[in-house]
């Protein structure tokens, strides 16, 4: 199919596999996460905020799903003409619960007539049997529906990862991805540009890794500074400088020739919660970045997976 900018959007994948596109609804179960609750650490890793990566969640009084999808609904009626949703469980670690628990949310999501399927945020240390065997129920159960898992990687550089508190070696990244690809469990990877310490060459050795991995899909994200995270306290220290805006243009651009074209760009920025963000100013202006990244590929002529080799998958 022809691609608008050069890469395989989400918008593009959904227009072509269901009619239309399709909106995330992002969802907090009230869950924790290895990382908070003193199993590995109490702080998160060092870039989370207190929301746990879902400050777009709906953030009701209720952790009820239904009530939550019918508010998200709600919110994006103004400016979303389509009739499905994603319901996106986005806060915190989204299969770090009992089984049982976990089945009634993912159900009550999958039930609903709006929502077209279901993507859970979550880890790679969290994917036990007895939640792969939710995951795989979830489908069997509801073949109109998808089932997407989200892993947050963020860097393959050990090093990196160890700064991050991020809490577990890529060995159980790839122990993850194996599972869930066993069990045709489509999967979407999380990597960040711009982490302290990292190089842009450092980024792209992620990408490349990413890309032999073959994931369903992967979001492209910049790191944010945000308020009262323990990664502000280094910023506000001078420890490490975030990208400027031409910076991350240029790095996804090239990261976008190391991805197959098969691979769906589920997010090529971020834009952090504005009453939270400390840097870089300029991300939060998201249609700005958009469209500055989309002259950008357009003047250079850049195409997803041009610089994708047989060595490289």
Not at 283 to 310: C, F, W
Request: hydrophobic content about 35%; aromatic content about 10%; glycine content about 6%.
């Amino acid at each position: 199919m022809a691609l608008e900018n050069g890469y395989y959007s989400l918008s593009d994948y959904c227009k072509k596999t269901y009619g239309e596109k399709l909106y995330r609804i992002a969802l907090d179960a009230g869950m924790t996460c290895p990382n908070r609750d003193g199993t590995l650490g109490s702080h998160g890793c060092i870039f989370c905020s207190a929301g746990g990566s879902g400050d777009f969640a709906s953030h009701l009084v209720t952790h009820d799903i239904v009530s939550q999808i019918e508010h998200g609904k709600a919110q994006s009626a103004a400016k979303f003409r389509g009739s499905r949703y994603i319901a996106y469980f986005q806060a915190y670690t989204n299969t770090y619960d009992r089984p049982e628990r976990l089945y009634r949310l993912y159900t009550q999501a999958l039930s609903h007539p709006d929502i077209a399927g279901i993507s859970i945020a979550t880890r790679p240390d969290c994917l036990s049997a007895d939640v792969l065997a939710v995951l795989t129920r979830c489908q069997a159960e509801y073949p109109d529906r998808f089932v997407w898992i989200e892993l947050g990687l963020q860097t393959i550089h050990e090093q990196t990862a160890l700064y991050l508190r991020r809490g577990y070696p890529l060995s159980v990244f790839a122990e993850a991805m194996e599972a869930l690809r066993v069990r045709h469990i489509p999967t979407i990877v999380h990597v960040i540009a711009g982490l302290p310490g990292e190089s842009a060459a450092q980024f792209y050795e992620t990408v490349s890794y990413v890309n032999s991995s073959h994931p369903f899909g992967i979001k492209l994200q910049l790191l944010h500074v945000l308020r009262e995270t323990d990664l502000a306290l280094d910023y506000k220290h001078h420890c490490f400088e975030t990208l400027t805006m031409e910076q991350y243009i240029e790095m996804t651009a090239h990261a976008l020739t190391l991805l197959s074209p098969d691979i769906v760009i589920h997010r090529l920025t971020g834009d952090g919660p504005k009453k939270l963000l400390i840097a870089p100013c300029w991300s939060a202006d998201k249609k700005t970045v958009l469209n500055a990244m989309h002259r950008y590929l357009k003047e250079h002529r850049i195409v997803q997976g041009s610089r994708v080799t047989p060595e490289s998958l």
